[in-house]
């Protein structure tokens, strides 16, 4: 039987080997901002559960995504903007959680140190998105959306009353009904990252899903969410 098998890069310390090679952070420099939704594989995610999260202590590639630690690492060590997608499927006590791993996982003075050396000057983000592309009927998030928002149609009617075109994506009361529901999921999101980063609070920028052909399904969301 043999454990303790350890693969490492060459020309490092063994000890003490880097998370990240040099080569990589040297490519993510002229970004602000490092949105994670690949590495959280968030399209057709089925993660529901925090136990089931990936994390560092697992051995091997999880079907959920890179672990959590590496995203506020990597984060830590760059001092980029983090933006990061709230799964389609997962419990209001999972957003919760994951809120406070990254109070507590993210180091704001290693951010700080390194917006600095940049020259960033704005204060850093901590960009929060309702899973991705939620108009998107190629990715399962709709058809989650959809049904939760069926389930609840008297709050989530599909009558779309603003003003914005164009016309046919105005008519769909199917998708104006996920619009709805998206709104309404992300401030709840937005809500429970807020009360969890504490004094980190106003680091907590909440993103709305969009589409490029048109206004009116992030207009129906604004306008639900405003209602």
């Not at 602000?32 to 590495?39: G, I, P, T």
């Amino acid at each position: 039987l043999v454990t303790g098998i350890r693969i490492l890069y060459p020309g490092f310390d063994y000890a003490s080997p880097p998370l990240f090679l040099p080569q990589f952070i040297a490519l993510l420099k002229p970004f602000r901002a490092l949105r994670f939704m690949d590495w959280e594989a968030t399209n057709g995610s089925k993660l529901a559960n925090w136990t089931d999260r990936p994390a560092s202590a697992h051995f091997g590639h999880s079907s959920f995504g890179e672990p959590y630690e590496h995203i506020a690492e990597l984060v830590n060590e760059t001092g980029k903007d983090c933006w990061i997608t709230v799964p389609e499927n997962v419990t209001d006590a999972f957003i919760t959680q994951f809120a406070q791993f990254m109070r507590s996982s993210l180091d704001f003075n290693r951010i700080a140190s390194a917006r600095q050396a940049q020259g960033l000057t704005t204060p850093f983000e901590l960009i929060v998105e309702d899973s991705n592309e939620t108009w998107n009927q190629g990715f399962t998030a709709y058809a989650t959306f959809s049904a939760a928002a069926k389930a609840n149609a008297s709050r989530y009617t599909g009558q779309y009353t603003g003003s914005y075109g164009p016309s046919w994506m105005a008519a769909l009361s199917a998708l104006m009904q996920v619009g709805q529901y998206h709104g309404d999921r992300l401030v709840k999101i937005a809500n429970l990252f807020k009360a969890a980063m504490t004094d980190q609070a106003s680091t907590v920028k909440p993103v709305l899903s969009g589409w490029a052909l048109g206004p009116a399904y992030s207009d129906a969301s604004l306008t639900f969410i405003k209602a």
